[in-house]
């Protein structure tokens, strides 16, 4: 290549002799080749930059950018997991609970709100709406305006407001008097009127235990399964079944002092 180049310089240099019509002496026309060969190399060493720089710019431009790396969202992994987040607990204003009393009397009261039904004192019925009188048990219940009969009751609780009434003679030590009577109730299997009437004291008879519940201001409703004791004009004191009828009797409880203790016990 170096050769061939020389004789290309040496051949330019004849014709521009010829031209001019001289030649210029050997070292000037070797100065001048040497010159030309530097020159076409440092075009040739020019133009190979220039391919690198395009090729470094094209191999630029083929790759993607890729950025800088992405760190995962979420919390680092690691040994242990994190302790969980303690929320702040605000304290609610405090309120006042609203309490609602229960409908009706209860059914089973933890004691008797009023000391004649205790069963530890002795009381006398006499119904609200009598002028006079009070109510005997003489056989069977009545009202009477005299001493007859047993005028001397203990209600004993049996639970809730259910009682067991038992009827005492008046207080003068005789046997009789002290051995107490219990209220029944007694269906005459006719046309009659359910009655109240004296029997041995049992508990667990249904047609002993009363109900008494309070019916205005120290004022009682007596009743037996669904009859009330009400008082009749023309039968007296009964036992009847009033639907939803207003009542037309109640009683109050007198107190007349401690319970006597019935014999044996």
Known sequence: MADQNLDDGLRSLAEDGARR?????AAVIRQRGDAHRARRHAASVAVGVALVSLLTVGVAVGRPNAGPPTSPVGPPASGSPS???TPTTTPSPTTTATVTP????PSTPSSPTDPVLSGTREVTIVRVQATEGGIALDGELMEVDDNSGRQLFVPTPLGGDTYL???YGKADNHP???EPAC??????GNSGPLTVEGAVCDNNNPAQRFTITASGKRAYAISNASAYLQHSPTRGIILEEVGDAP???TFRF??????RRPLGG
């Open 247 to 249: 009542l037309r009797s």
């Open 102 to 105: 229960p409908v009706g009397p």
């Open 165 to 167: 009434i038992k009827a």
């Open 176 to 178: 009789a008097n002290d």
């Open 21 to 25: 019509g001289r030649l210029a002496d």
């Open 183 to 188: 209220w029944q109730a007694y269906n005459p």
């Open 254 to 259: 007198v107190d007349n002092g401690p319970a």
């Open 83 to 85: 302790a969980p987040a």
